[in-house]
């Protein structure tokens, strides 16, 4: 039987390797709550029907969104893990009230995030994605 510990990173595990097929039940099952805080930008997504709403509008503009974790650990209730995301810009991505076009660009930045889980848990409470908003559009030429 494997410990906390490692149930829990192995949820983190299970839970990217969802979002890049887009198995969105398979990710929500994944949480005891679904919830995102995203540091940068500081959009909060509280609830199934609103975390699926991100889903849903994170994926138009880049929907082969992919990641590859680089380190993961785990801290008290934290799992913790440096990865990089991937996805080429095949949608249109809305800023600010502009819509640009697709520019059939790639992009691979470097990121982290922190998944907190319920005391006793291998389920996820929230994802804290850190990571700075416009190093997407940097690496695709648009900013």
Request: glycine content about 8%; charged content about 20%.
């Amino acid at each position: 039987m494997p410990t906390l510990p490692t149930a829990r990173i192995e949820t983190v595990r299970r839970h990217m390797a969802l979002e890049i097929v887009h198995d969105w039940d398979g990710v929500i099952a994944t949480f005891a709550h679904p919830r995102y805080e995203l540091l940068g930008p500081g959009a909060v997504f509280d609830g199934e029907e609103a975390v699926r709403k991100y889903f849903h509008l994170s994926r138009l503009p880049f929907p082969d969104q992919g990641n590859e974790i680089i380190a993961i650990a785990h801290d008290g209730d934290t799992v913790l893990v440096e990865f990089w995301l991937t996805g080429t810009h095949k949608g249109p991505l809305t800023l600010n009230g502009k819509t640009i076009a697709p520019t059939g660009k790639s992009f691979r930045v470097r990121m982290a995030a922190s998944f907190e889980f319920a005391p006793g848990s291998d389920r996820i409470i929230c994802e804290r994605p850190y990571y700075d908003p416009n190093a997407v559009l940097r690496a695709l030429g648009l900013a």
